[in-house]
């Protein structure tokens, strides 16, 4: 056969096309429960770094996890429980339940019992930055209004800029912030340095260089939190009793 | 034919290295370079890759079409990239996180083009398999190097071990942060070339 042809051509891709994309489909088989694994640790590590626990090995992040997350339940934005399954509530992608209108919305809540016994419930939250998703984890004392850790990653900001909300000297910022003034709900707010919010709401400094980052670590809080809001109001409630 | 063999393998080390001679995958070298684990991981990748790259070109380079060539190659070579980049994520996740694009970009390392089209279309499997190791390794040589005098002065640690003793640190000394940053990398590279060529009287240019 002619191996300048058209036809020999044509024929050639089309070969190496399909048995290319036959090994990369084995490939991704073979290896999907590995990744899927090291994912589900990658989540435990996040959701630890929220409450100020960095465990060494992976072996220990599960273990930890195990240790100190004792319940997980889902809620709706009315605060009512509607799943208390602990893998369920740990599979919940966040991103996709804020798509869903706001009164269907599955909310995952992880009780949180710490080395001093206290009570605290973390949240995952899930927004927009500049170039890509962000997301992260907000832990809240057992009376649902003070900020006990918060947790924050991305998959694409810029380096040294909007990159900089998964450092801890941004996270830290978080503790100790409320997210009730005086009976009322308000979330805190990411300001630029100097600035502060008209609405009397906590806030931290945001990145500087990295407006818009911030801007979506604000709306994210905002947005997550108000369908928790309505939780937190239960847990402040119950605790005032 | 022996000594042709050798040459094809121990050439790229040093002589004719696809780093520091022909100056080809400098990207890489400043991207990846900040720390020793990860530079070791992608001089391992590239290695792996260009390795089987070359066998697989030169098994088929019989039957490839002329006129599609660069495409056949670019698609062998981005398979193997993305098994690459798979098999990391399922048994190096940390390493797969800091590497992250750069795995990908393994396709556009000028190092694999040049080896795939200037050796492997016109040799037999194995020489061809023997010049991508040799390369992979000459590439991996040099960025083992700069990663380890970057890691070292500017993090104080290797692979992530302390190795700078507190008492240095006591006494004033303090880690360059400079040489965490890109710039860093080429200037070291640089220096990597200079010993080189003053040490290598063929390299010299008149």
């Keep these: 056969m002619n191996k300048q042809s058209n036809t020999y051509t044509i024929l050639y891709s089309a070969i190496m096309v399909i048995v290319v994309g036959a090994v990369l489909a084995l490939v991704s ?31 220990m992040v599960i273990e930890a996890y195990n240790k100190y997350f004792t319940e997980a339940f889902s809620v709706n934005n009315a605060g ?18 804020l798509k869903k209108d706001a009164a269907e919305r599955v909310l995952p809540v992880f009780k949180f019992v710490g080395d001093d016994s206290q009570v605290r419930y973390l949240m995952p939250v899930s927004g927009a930055g500049l170039w890509g998703p962000i997301w992260g984890y907000v832990a809240v004392e057992s009376d649902g209004i003070a900020i006990y850790g918060a947790y924050f990653s991305h998959s694409g900001e810029t380096p040294g800029l909007g990159a900089e909300i998964e450092k801890s000297a941004f996270q830290e910022q978080f503790q100790g912030k409320q997210l009730y003034k005086e009976g009322e709900f308000l979330p805190v707010e990411v300001m630029k340095a100097g600035q502060k919010p008209t609405s009397g709401a906590d806030y931290v400094d945001a990145i500087s260089g990295g407006t818009i980052t911030s801007k979506g670590v604000q709306d994210m809080l905002r947005v997550c939190l108000t369908d928790y809001s309505a939780f937190l109001n239960t847990l402040s409630n119950e605790n005032s009793k | 034919m022996a000594t042709k063999i050798k040459e094809v393998f121990f050439n790229p080390f040093s002589k004719n290295n696809p780093v520091i001679v022909q100056v080809l995958g400098i990207c890489s ?8 684990e990860p530079a070791l991981v992608m001089g391992i990748s590239v290695t792996a890759v260009l390795a089987f790259a070359n066998v697989i070109i030169s098994l088929i380079r019989n039957t490839i079409p002329t006129n599609i060539r660069i495409i056949v190659q670019l698609v062998v070579v981005a398979t193997l990239v993305i098994i690459v980049d798979q098999v990391l994520k399922a048994y190096n996740y940390q390493v797969s996180k800091q590497l992250s694009v750069f795995i990908g970009l393994i396709i556009t390392n000028c190092i694999l083009m040049g080896r795939l089209e200037a050796f492997a279309l016109g040799n037999k499997p194995w020489p061809a398999f023997l010049d991508g190791v040799g390369n992979g390794i000459g590439y991996a040589i040099i960025l083992v190097v700069v ?55 063929d390299l010299q240019e008149k």
């Design chain 1, 29 to 59: 088989g073979a290896l999907k429960p590995k990744q899927d694994e090291n994912i589900r640790i990658e989540k435990m590590k996040q959701m630890l770094s929220a409450v100020h626990i960095s465990p060494e090995s992976d072996a």
């Design chain 1, 80 to 97: 009512e429980v509607v799943g208390d399954d602990a893998d369920a509530a740990f599979a919940i992608d966040m991103a996709k339940e």
């Design chain 2, 29 to 36: 070298v400043l991207a990846v370079t900040a720390k020793l």
């Design chain 2, 147 to 201: 990663g380890f005098f970057r890691e070292l002065l500017g993090s104080g640690t290797l692979f992530g071990i302390q190795v700078v003793p507190q008492a240095l640190y006591d006494l004033g000394y303090m880690n360059n942060g400079l040489m965490i940053l890109p710039p860093m990398a080429l200037i070291t590279a640089a220096c990597i070339i200079w010993v080189q060529r003053s040490h290598n009287k």
